[in-house]
T-cell receptor, first 109, second 111 residues
Framework: AQRVTQPEKLLSVFKGAPVELKCNYSYSGSPELFWYVQYSRQRLQLLLRHISRESIKGFTADLNKGETSFHLKKPFAQEEDSAMYYCALAYSSASKIIFGSGTRLSIRP | DVKVTQSSRYLVKRTGEKVFLECVQDMDHENMFWYRQDPGLGLRLIYFSYDVKMKEKGDIPEGYSVSREKKERFSLILESASTNQTSMYLC??????????FGSGTQLSVL
């Protein structure tokens, strides 16, 4: 069955430190992967998707099909990065989308 | 900007009541989704719809049904509300294979 796993419920790092939020998926087909972010009192919104291979707010994520991973990285954390982050997998021709359990990122000053 | 509007921000219902959660999108999106968001469990897909009158079960459809009579509107129905359905409910829409746009959510409390 398709599944998205985010092993860390909470990640706390100091401002300026590197950040890596882990995401692993299980899907036998060709995956389409996303990172969504929810800032305090705001709606969930797309951060980035693997197809576009872009960097948003300094974050990048590389799809590793061998390890079935799509980890989110940022070299230097900023306080405004504190939020809830969700990894998501789209599959099937009708684009069914499932999410992981989320990681709360807390940046300490 | 895409607007996904959920009719209620907060809702309090009693056990056994029939509950309707409404969602409307204004961008002619084919796909619409209902998720519930619980701490530690993330977003879990309840149902999604890829066209008018078309629906597919998600991971946790038990106790829920949906209706999509018009393209812009997707309703989630709790036939007989129970306390374990107390949760934040999120509606989302997307065009095919594109990003999701979310509503602001409905916090449902079942007493």
């Amino acid at each position: 069955a398709q599944r998205v796993t985010q092993p860390e419920k909470l990640l706390s790092v100091f401002k300026g430190a590197p950040v890596e939020l882990k995401c692993n998926y299980s899907y036998s087909g060709s995956p389409e992967l996303f990172w969504y972010v929810q800032y305090s009192r705001q709606r969930l919104q797309l951060l980035l998707r693997h197809i576009s291979r872009e960097s948003i707010k300094g974050f990048t994520a590389d799809l590793n099909k061998g390890e079935t991973s799509f980890h989110l990285k940022k070299p230097f954390a900023q306080e405004e990065d504190s939020a809830m982050y969700y990894c998501a997998l789209a599959y099937s021709s009708a684009s069914k989308i499932i999410f992981g359990s989320g990681t709360r990122l807390s940046i300490r000053p | 900007d895409v607007k996904v509007t959920q009719s209620s921000r907060y809702l309090v219902k009693r056990t056994g009541e029939k509950v309707f959660l409404e969602c409307v999108q204004d961008m002619d999106h084919e796909n619409m989704f209902w998720y519930r968001q619980d701490p530690g469990l993330g977003l879990r897909l309840i149902y999604f719809s890829y066209d008018v009158k078309m629906k597919e079960k998600g991971d946790i459809p038990e106790g829920y049904s949906v209706s999509r009579e018009k393209k812009e509107r997707f309703s989630l129905i709790l036939e007989s509300a129970s306390t374990n359905q107390t949760s934040m409910y999120l509606c989302a829409s997307s065009s095919l294979s594109e990003k999701l746009f979310f509503g602001s959510g409905t916090q449902l409390s079942v007493l």
